[in-house]
């Protein structure tokens, strides 16, 4: 059974810092997605990464895919209180075959 | 573009009563997943819809079910409603799929059951 873990599952942090969220899971998949929730919303998808090594960024946020480790990171570079939000990642083994499965989510809080 | 739109956005119902939610994708998807959101449960992916047929089904009692029409208009129906079935229900849309593309998400349904 394939498991998601995130950590940390709260983060809070100064403006203008740098954060490293974790995503690790159990089986081996070489993909995987970054979602953000701002509260009583919606899901944003914010990264697809589809292969080992991968590495996508947007903004302050990059993302990056590590298939043999099985974990992948959500760097934050010099947060504003913008990126305040729940940060999910997810695993999916074999698309169309298997579900998709999400980690817990990082609450993230940056402050001034 | 108009995004991903579900009806109704609220819902109350009570213990054993049924219901039905929809969902609209962005125009020109094929794909459609429905995942339910609860504080102790987290995120869980409940099925994929493509071209009108279910590809993929999450660890849900059969008492949840889903189709898709031919214009990837996607409804999900939950029957014997239990309280632990209040949720906010979200529906993504992609064109080429789960795991091929970027899901487009919508605002969601917040079912309460009493």
């Known amino acids: 059974e394939l498991k998601v873990e995130q950590n940390p599952l709260f983060l809070s942090m100064q403006e203008g810092k740098n954060y490293t969220i974790y995503c690790n899971y159990s089986t081996t998949s070489d993909r995987l997605y970054w979602y953000r929730q701002d509260p009583g919303k919606s899901l944003e998808s914010l990264f697809v990464?589809?292969?080992?090594?991968a590495v996508k960024q947007e903004g302050r946020l990059m993302a990056s895919l590590d298939t043999k480790a099985r974990l992948s990171t959500l760097h934050i570079t010099a947060a504003v209180h913008d990126l305040s939000a729940t940060y999910f990642c997810a695993v999916d083994m074999e698309p169309g075959n298997t579900p998709l499965v999400f980690g817990k989510g990082t609450r993230l809080s940056v402050i001034a | 573009k108009a995004g991903v739109t579900q009806t109704p956005r609220y819902l109350i119902k009570t213990r054993g009563q049924q219901v039905t939610l929809s969902c609209s994708p962005i125009?020109?998807?094929?794909?459609v997943s429905w995942y339910q959101q609860t504080p102790g449960q987290g995120l869980q992916f409940l099925f994929e819809y493509f071209s009108e047929t279910q590809r993929n089904k999450g660890n849900f009692p059969g008492r949840f079910s889903g189709r898709q029409f031919s214009n990837s208009r996607s409804e999900m129906n939950v029957s014997t409603l239990e309280l632990g079935d209040s949720a906010l229900y979200l529906c993504?849309?992609?064109?080429?799929?789960?795991?091929?593309?970027?899901?487009?998400f919508g605002p969601g349904t917040r079912l309460t059951v009493l």
């Open positions: 125009s020109g998807h094929r794909s």
């Open positions: 990464l589809l292969s080992n090594g």
């Open positions: 993504a849309s992609s064109f080429l799929g789960r795991g091929a593309d970027t899901q487009y």
